[in-house]
């Protein structure tokens, strides 16, 4: 790899260092993207029976492919016009981030039914934030009321979704949020 080339060691043939460094960076969100149509054509052919006034079971999948592949096509825009280069893309991987990020998503569904959607989502997306550096009480306490808010609305009153409600007086309390809401 002494070689002094920046990318790979080696130069490929008929490549620019740089051209190649762009081509490996949207190899990432190019794969999302042919991944997101493979799902997108399977959740078409979702068995569908037609009920008047509700949306099939394909909708949302297909809704949310479509966001992703639009999430994919404007990551790969910003990659392919950003001037940064392959040292400056190395970045060091903190261990503990990673596992405890990773502690966290494994955690959610865990505790979810028994502290209820609303909660378990506020306290997942403070820690989440917090873990990522976030640090002024404000930002954290804000962002993760006005996430979990939206995401109420969203899964209850747009998309009729059940959440978990919690055990015990977790499940009182879930339902007076629902109920001070207007969502339930």
């Known amino acids: 790899m002494g070689s002094g080339h920046p990318v790979g060691g ?3 043939a ?3 260092p740089a ?3 762009v081509l490996r960076r949207l190899v990432g969100p190019g794969l999302i993207f042919l991944g997101a149509v493979a799902l997108f054509v399977v959740a078409g052919r979702l068995p569908v029976v037609p009920v008047p006034g509700q949306l099939g079971p394909d909708f949302w999948p297909r809704v949310i492919l479509i966001g992703l592949m639009g999430g994919c096509l404007l990551k790969a825009l910003e990659m392919s016009r950003s001037k940064t280069t392959l040292a400056s893309l190395a970045q060091p991987l903190s261990l503990p981030k990673l596992v405890g990020g990773i502690a966290l998503v494994l955690a959610y569904p865990a505790l979810a039914p028994l502290l209820g959607f609303p909660l378990t989502t506020f306290l997942f997306l403070l820690a989440y934030m917090y873990l990522a ?3 002024r009480p404000v ?3 804000a962002i993760s009321t006005l996430g979990t808010l939206a995401l109420l609305y969203l899964f209850v009153k747009v998309v009729y979704l059940p959440l978990p409600k919690g055990a015990g007086a977790l499940d009182d309390f879930t339902i007076l949020l629902y109920r ?3 969502i339930f």
Do not use: S
């Open 19 to 21: 051209r190649l460094l």
């Open 14 to 16: 008929g490549f620019k």
């Open 180 to 182: 001070l809401l207007r």
């Open 139 to 141: 930002p954290l306490v």
């Open 133 to 135: 550096g976030t640090r």
């Open 10 to 12: 080696e130069r490929a």
